[in-house]
């Protein structure tokens, strides 16, 4: 189902959306249909696309970094209807693996193919314990991704990388990390300043920069130790 909502800023906008929806802000995908800046003698208003049914929605450009790599979301997403059944030796003994691997944590669930690139494969779990799966920020799933990335390598796979999603999250929170970045780098404009953002993963992080890196007035940079830094996004100027 879509639905439109309109407010004075993105983030009315949005909220607005959850409270009449019942839904929480993961739960829905935004688009962007028109914005209004204020001026003089008029208000200023974001109009937006609510898709409720778990379908995608682009928010806004993903842009290639200075090294030419294109972000993975449109990746993943001409890629997801392939064929889900296990293709091969490799494949069978990775969803074989994962399903053993979550049967024995006790939340049981099938498992098949999402998509197939070179050196990249990518595995969804369809299970009703998907919540508990996923984790906080997705944190039991990264950990599950990493055990299936360290048993891809003894398979002698160490070039492939394994990326594991349940209900679509990994979509969803690329999603969210885009439009968080766009907010905070509006918000630092706005205040000249800069804001941390709260501790991320490689990929997170990198996806964060990615959005940014072709705004010429904002700057990210990493900061702390660590598998999960956080992110400054702080205002530079224009060169």
């Given at each position: 189902m879509?639905?439109?909502?309109e407010?004075?800023t993105e983030?009315?906008?949005?909220d607005?959306?959850?409270?009449?929806?019942?839904?929480?802000?993961d739960?829905f995908?935004?688009?962007?249909?028109?914005?209004?800046?204020?001026?003089l003698?008029?208000?200023?208003f974001v109009?937006?696309?609510?898709?409720a049914?778990?379908?995608?929605?682009?928010?806004?450009?993903?842009n290639?970094?200075?090294?030419?790599?294109?972000?993975e979301?449109g990746?993943?997403?001409?890629?997801?209807f392939?064929d889900p059944?296990?293709q091969?030796?490799y494949?069978?003994?990775?969803?074989?693996?994962?399903?053993?691997?979550?049967q024995?944590?006790?939340?049981?669930?099938k498992?098949?193919?999402?998509?197939?690139?070179?050196?990249?494969?990518?595995?969804?779990?369809?299970?009703?314990?998907?919540s508990?799966?996923?984790?906080?920020k997705?944190?039991?799933l990264?950990?599950l991704?990493?055990l299936?990335?360290?048993?891809?390598?003894?398979?002698?796979?160490?070039?492939?990388?394994?990326?594991?999603?349940?209900?679509?999250?990994?979509?969803?929170?690329?999603?969210?990390?885009?439009?968080?970045?766009?907010?905070v780098?509006?918000k630092v404009?706005?205040s000249?300043?800069?804001?941390?953002l709260?501790?991320?993963n490689?990929?997170?992080?990198?996806?964060i920069?990615?959005?940014?890196n072709?705004?010429?007035d904002?700057e990210?940079?990493?900061?702390?130790?660590?598998?999960?830094?956080?992110?400054?996004?702080?205002?530079?100027?224009?060169?």
């Amino acid at each position: 189902m879509e639905y439109e909502f309109e407010g004075r800023t993105e983030k009315e906008a949005i909220d607005k959306a959850a409270q009449e929806l019942g839904l929480e802000k993961d739960d829905f995908d935004v688009e962007i249909l028109e914005t209004q800046k204020q001026g003089l003698f008029k208000k200023g208003f974001v109009r937006i696309k609510v898709h409720a049914s778990g379908q995608r929605a682009f928010f806004g450009p993903v842009n290639e970094d200075k090294a030419g790599r294109a972000s993975e979301i449109g990746k993943v997403s001409k890629a997801v209807f392939g064929d889900p059944v296990p293709q091969g030796d490799y494949e069978e003994k990775m969803t074989a693996f994962t399903a053993g691997l979550i049967q024995r944590m006790g939340y049981p669930g099938k498992i098949s193919v999402l998509f197939r690139e070179k050196n990249k494969l990518g595995l969804k779990i369809e299970s009703e314990h998907s919540s508990i799966l996923i984790g906080k920020k997705g944190k039991n799933l990264d950990a599950l991704q990493l055990l299936l990335n360290i048993y891809s390598g003894r398979l002698g796979r160490e070039d492939t990388r394994v990326i594991l999603d349940t209900e679509n999250y990994r979509i969803r929170r690329e999603e969210s990390l885009v439009r968080l970045a766009y907010s905070v780098a509006e918000k630092v404009r706005e205040s000249r300043g800069s804001i941390l953002l709260e501790p991320m993963n490689p990929f997170d992080r990198w996806l964060i920069h990615t959005t940014l890196n072709d705004i010429n007035d904002v700057e990210t940079k990493s900061e702390g130790d660590g598998l999960y830094k956080q992110v400054r996004v702080f205002y530079r100027g224009l060169k």
